[in-house]
């Protein structure tokens, strides 16, 4: 089953390696929650680190990604269900070949 992309991605590995850390997600449906950005700016202004500005950088971005984290669990519970399931119908969809119908 794909995945909200339209394309068919490809994967390769060779060997398995530890990339560090995953990255930062997201979520664009997150800015529609009442208070996200007043959330993310007060919590990106609390934090407080000393050293040099890469240094700082990378503990901003350390601390928000686990206080979005925190959020995301209080603020948007069922969300990650929504998803699949709207994965599910556009598998569906994506079988049917779109039956000549409109989409839109």
């Known amino acids: 089953m794909r995945g909200l992309s339209d394309h068919c991605p490809l994967v390769l590995a060779a060997d398995e390696e530890d990339w560090g850390p995953r990255p930062s997600r ?9 208070g ?24 901003k971005f350390k601390g928000i990604k686990t206080a979005l984290k925190e ?3 209080t603020h948007t519970r069922n969300l990650p269900s929504r998803i699949e399931a709207l994965k599910f119908q556009l598998a569906a969809l994506d079988e049917g070949g779109g039956g000549g119908g409109k989409w839109f």
């Open 26 to 34: 997201m979520l664009k449906c997150w800015r529609d929650v009442p």
């Open 36 to 59: 996200y950005k007043v959330f993310v700016r007060d919590k990106w202004n609390s934090f407080q680190f000393e050293g040099w500005g890469g240094f700082v950088l990378k503990e």
């Open 71 to 73: 959020w995301h669990t």
